[in-house]
């Protein structure tokens, strides 16, 4: 098995090494440790805000449209609001993986992590509050549960296409991933 070359490249043979290779560690003074802690910081705030005003804008919304799953108290709708909230990590996760890994379109990669996150979500909600309610003396709300799901999906699959941004325009600069656009991605035509 051949191993990898760790040797760091770097512009000129006297100064300091500058990788492009992200498993090489970066040498040099602490002001290149400092950048690349502020890039890295820098990408994960903005991920996980996003994830954030996904978390606030599925309660605003479920809220607003008020439509009851069961008819119990609230841990019941707090297991389901945590669940949602869960998969609003995961798909900004999900978004940073289908941005890193295709080699598609920013616009494909968008549709790609949020219709990934938006099926895989409303099929998770509905399927754990179906199986919960057969273990609780709960009267579920069908409808509510489809409207509340299809809420989920449509907030956790916007947080999965703002990962693939994310990913795509604040990576730091050692992941080497940037927007692509027709021209520069892999043709997806047969």
Do not use: C
């Not at 941004?165 to 520069?184: F, H, L, M």
């Amino acid at each position: 098995m051949a191993q990898p070359n760790n040797t760091p490249e770097s512009a000129d043979e006297g100064g300091d090494e500058i990788t492009t290779d992200p498993q090489v560690a970066v040498t040099g003074d602490g002001d290149d440790e400092n950048e690349l802690i502020k890039e890295w910081a820098l990408f994960g705030g903005i991920l996980l805000t996003i994830a954030g005003l996904g978390v606030g804008l599925f309660y605003i919304l479920v809220d607003a449209i008020d439509q009851e799953v069961a008819e119990t108290g609230s841990l019941f709708a707090w297991g389901l609001g945590s669940s949602v909230s869960t998969l609003l990590v995961v798909g900004a996760f999900v978004g940073v993986f289908v941005a890193w890994n295709l080699d598609v379109a920013d616009d494909l990669a968008y549709r790609i992590a949020g219709a990934t996150m938006a099926a895989g979500t409303f099929g998770y909600v509905v399927v754990s509050v179906l199986f919960r309610s057969t273990t609780s003396d709960v009267s579920l709300e069908f409808a509510g549960l489809l409207i509340n799901a299809a809420i989920g999906a449509l907030v956790v699959g916007a947080v999965a296409a703002g990962g693939v941004w994310v990913a795509r325009n604040k990576a730091p600069a050692a992941i080497g991933v940037g927007s692509k656009d027709e021209s520069t991605a892999v043709s997806t035509a047969d």
